[in-house]
């Protein structure tokens, strides 16, 4: 919760998506459900103690729903499949997790009485940045974490 915190004092915080980088990180590190609980309960631990993500508009919900969906892919297609790429993998979760928030910001925005449209362009467009930034250093801090926490092989 600090480093949404901290890129929020400059004011970057919706567009590198601070919160993402450790949430999307820790779903490379663990299991499906321990990676999805942590994804859902964090943004709404933080808009209780800060205010941010807001829950009105409910963008805390919506992210709490993205990124629980998002480290449950990447988790669970890692236990599934060990040797998967963490670029390719990061892009697809990327994406479906962006599609999940637009979809909810979309269908949501008019019972909240907000301009659907755009609320969803903006979020659309400030994502990109952060997308950016997780693509450039998740999988390589995912490798160095991995390659660190590998247990030592036996001696012959």
């Given at each position: 919760?600090?480093?949404?915190?901290?890129?929020?004092?400059?004011?970057?915080?919706?567009?590198?998506?601070?919160?993402?980088?450790?949430?999307?990180?820790?779903?490379?590190?663990?299991?499906?459900?321990?990676?999805?609980?942590?994804?859902?309960?964090?943004?709404?631990?933080?808009?209780?103690?800060?205010?941010?993500?807001?829950?009105?508009?409910?963008?805390?919900?919506?992210?709490?729903?993205?990124?629980?969906?998002?480290?449950?892919?990447?988790?669970?297609?890692?236990?599934?499949?060990?040797?998967?790429?963490?670029?390719?993998?990061?892009?697809?979760?990327?994406?479906?997790?962006?599609?999940?928030?637009?979809?909810?910001?979309?269908g949501l925005a008019p019972l909240?009485?907000?301009?659907?449209?755009?609320?969803?362009?903006?979020?659309?467009?400030?994502?990109?940045?952060?997308?950016?930034?997780m693509l450039a250093t998740v999988?390589?801090?995912?490798?160095?974490?991995?390659?660190?926490?590998?247990?030592?092989?036996?001696?012959p």
């Open positions: 919760m600090l480093l949404p915190m901290l890129f929020h004092l400059v004011q970057l915080g919706s567009l590198f998506m601070p919160m993402y980088l450790p949430l999307v990180t820790l779903a490379f590190l663990v299991r499906p459900w321990p990676a999805a609980l942590t994804g859902i309960i964090t943004p709404l631990l933080s808009a209780a103690a800060t205010g941010m993500p807001p829950f009105y508009p409910p963008i805390a919900a919506f992210m709490s729903v993205e990124l629980g969906l998002m480290a449950a892919l990447i988790a669970g297609v890692l236990t599934r499949w060990p040797r998967s790429n963490e670029w390719l993998l990061l892009a697809l979760a990327l994406a479906f997790g962006r599609t999940i928030h637009l979809g909810l910001m979309y909240l009485a907000l301009p659907a449209g755009l609320l969803t362009g903006v979020t659309f467009l400030t994502g990109w940045p952060g997308m950016l930034l999988p390589p801090v995912v490798r160095i974490v991995k390659k660190q926490t590998r247990p030592a092989s036996p001696p």
